[in-house]
């Protein structure tokens, strides 16, 4: 997968900009708030439909201005594809595929793949199950429109079973929710088993990105707490019958305390779990090295690597580190931003690189050697 063309209107600090990007590296330079970040945030929603940063979709909108459009131009094996969208004041947007409007975001999943990495990623290892999960289902989605699918009418029908939980009634909520269960462990299982699957593929690989890294100073092992494996149907009807065993436990507390959405990753470093005890560093390599992973997953299962986007990693890593993830993009074709241009590290490299200015691109150059 190569992204060839990006063009910005209205977007955060762009007027109006285009970026042809080289099949390699690609960095983007210059100082803060000038809008390397935005560049690569717009890169990421025409791969999702969605912002790594904002809430809310009008908020990349420019001051001043009703629409914001994105534009993306991305060839892979298959042939080539373009994606529009069109961000409106009113929190509206409109996405085109070849030109032709979707109505559905799923349908825009899986034609343009990306690996999104910047240092709010920590979260992955930092904080709560809710990142790790988050991880999980874009990663997914972007290969399998039928985990998205499920995943939809999973947390659809999830808050309606929350709902009901909350009712006073006793007898409503047993009466009425084997309706709801029967249709919950349905999707339930798709997406436990395609979780299993993805986490059974991506941990040796993680555990392999890692070393290199960390220059095999340090064990990473990753353990699932989902609790659940089989085939969907043995997935299904286990996860039923725990759901009938907590039902008063769930009318007690109001909410669901089985299921998908309590699953969680768990990175032991060293045999001891990454999140308590792990430095800000070697958190930070754990889940570079998971993002490295999945770039890896996305070549295995769909035959091709997606593009990496890599957002003021650089600056977080000494100069061993950098010259190491330099060297485990080989073959991705790979997006940096990055306040200073470590030329020390991309030395002998060829490479796009852009300098940016308050939302324009002030110098291109490409080296090819």
Not at 279 to 288: W, Y
Request: net charge positive; with cysteine; aromatic share 10%.
């Amino acid at each position: 997968m190569k992204i060839r063309l990006l063009s910005l209107k209205n977007f955060r600090n762009y007027a109006e900009e285009e970026f042809s990007f080289a099949d390699g590296i690609n960095i983007l330079t210059g100082a803060n708030a000038q809008g390397k970040t935005n560049a690569a945030e717009a890169l990421f929603f025409l791969c999702t439909g969605y912002s790594p940063r904002a809430n809310r979709d009008k908020l990349v909108i420019k001051y001043g201005e009703e629409c914001a459009e994105v534009n993306g131009r991305a060839e892979s094996a298959y042939g080539s594809v373009s994606v529009r969208m069109l961000f409106y004041a009113n929190d509206k947007k409109r996405v085109f595929i070849n030109g032709v409007e979707t109505l559905k975001i799923g349908e825009l999943l899986g034609n343009i793949n990306s690996v999104y990495f910047n240092p709010s990623e920590l979260k992955l290892v930092q904080e709560s199950p809710e990142d790790r999960r988050r991880f999980m289902n874009i990663s997914l989605s972007q290969t399998s429109k039928n985990y998205f699918y499920a995943l939809q009418r999973y947390n659809k029908i999830l808050s309606q079973r929350n709902n009901l939980l909350k009712n006073p009634d006793s007898y409503l909520i047993r009466e009425t929710l084997p309706v709801w269960d029967a249709q919950l462990v349905k999707y339930a299982a798709v997406i436990i088993k395609a979780r299993n699957a993805f986490l059974t593929d991506i941990a040796p690989i993680a555990e392999e990105k890692h070393a290199f890294l960390s220059g095999g100073t340090e064990t990473l092992k990753m353990k699932t707490e989902s609790g659940y494996s089989g085939e969907t149907d043995e997935i299904a009807a286990a996860l039923k019958k725990d759901l009938e065993q907590a039902i008063d436990k769930d009318a007690r507390l109001g909410f669901t305390t089985i299921g998908p959405h309590r699953d969680d990753i768990k990175f032991m470093l060293n045999g001891a779990d990454a999140r308590v005890f792990g430095s800000q560093g070697q958190q930070r390599t754990v889940a570079l090295a998971l993002k490295l992973a999945e770039a890896e997953i996305f070549r295995i299962r769909s035959g091709e690597y997606p593009v990496l986007i890599l957002d003021d990693v650089l600056s977080e890593l000494d100069k061993s580190r950098q010259r190491k993830l330099l060297a485990a993009t080989d073959g991705i074709q790979t997006l940096f931003t990055a306040a200073d241009f470590p030329s020390a590290v991309f030395k002998g490299k060829n490479y796009s690189r852009f300098v940016i200015e308050n939302g324009k691109i002030k110098t291109a150059k490409t080296v090819q050697l």
